[in-house]
Each structure stands twice: as structure tokens, then as C-alpha cells.
Nanobody, 124 residues
């Protein structure tokens, strides 16, 4: 069982930045695909970004391209989501997820393990 713990959420004004972190308990984390998803009140969970095991393959949702950056540190079993130029519509609970695959995946239904989520609120 892989445990994922997100941190770094909070309240920020529009145009500001936040960096989310997700720490994984599994020592074989370095071989997994890692993804970030978000869910706003009354909306379905949506894909934000994903990165493959090596960091050589990355996907972003169109809504965050150019503003968010996903990265990973396999030595620390950690994946990061740097969020810049935040907008009120970015307000959501952000979830980290992992899938045992060497490829990069954007379909939430394919992920094996999920974190508990961290709240991001962007005020206008």
C-alpha cells in the first residue's frame, strides 16, 4: 500500500503562487507515474498534470499550461506542483495520485493510490 501525503495548500490572492508537495511512502516511487488532480465544489475531479518515472514525459491540462510546473525528486520520493499566476478558478482541493507504470497517464480512473488532498483557495 502506497501512502501519499500532500502539503503546501493555502489561501493566496489572484496572481500569486503556491507550491504543492506530495511525499510517497513507497521506496519504489521512482518507477511510478505521478499525477495531480483537482476537484472544485460541485464539480468532477479533473486532471491537472502528470509526470512519468524519469521526468522525461509530462502532461498538463490546457487550463494550467504555462502557469503550473510538475517535477519530481526520486531521491526524496517527492513530486512537486509549482503553481504561478493563480486564478480564482484554480480554487479546488488538489490531490496527488500514483500509478505503477513507466508511462505517463492522465485518466484518473487508472491511478492506483490517492492522497487525502490539500485545499487551494485563490481570492480575487
Amino acid at each position: 500500500q502506497v501512502q501519499l501525503v500532500e502539503s503546501g495548500g493555502g489561501l493566496v490572492q489572484a496572481g500569486g503562487s503556491l507550491r504543492l508537495s506530495c511525499a510517497a511512502s513507497e521506496r519504489t516511487f521512482s518507477t511510478y507515474c505521478m499525477g495531480w488532480f483537482r476537484q472544485a465544489p460541485g464539480k468532477e475531479r479533473e486532471f491537472v498534470a502528470a509526470i512519468n518515472w524519469s521526468g522525461g514525459s509530462i502532461l498538463y491540462a490546457d487550463s494550467v499550461k504555462g502557469r503550473f510546473t510538475i517535477s519530481r525528486d526520486n531521491a526524496k520520493n517527492t513530486v512537486l506542483l509549482q503553481m504561478n499566476s493563480l486564478k480564482p478558478e484554480d480554487t479546488a482541493v488538489y490531490y496527488c495520485a500514483t500509478k505503477r507504470t513507466f508511462t505517463v497517464v492522465k485518466d484518473a480512473g487508472q491511478y492506483d493510490y490517492w492522497g487525502q488532498g490539500t485545499q487551494v483557495t485563490v481570492s480575487s
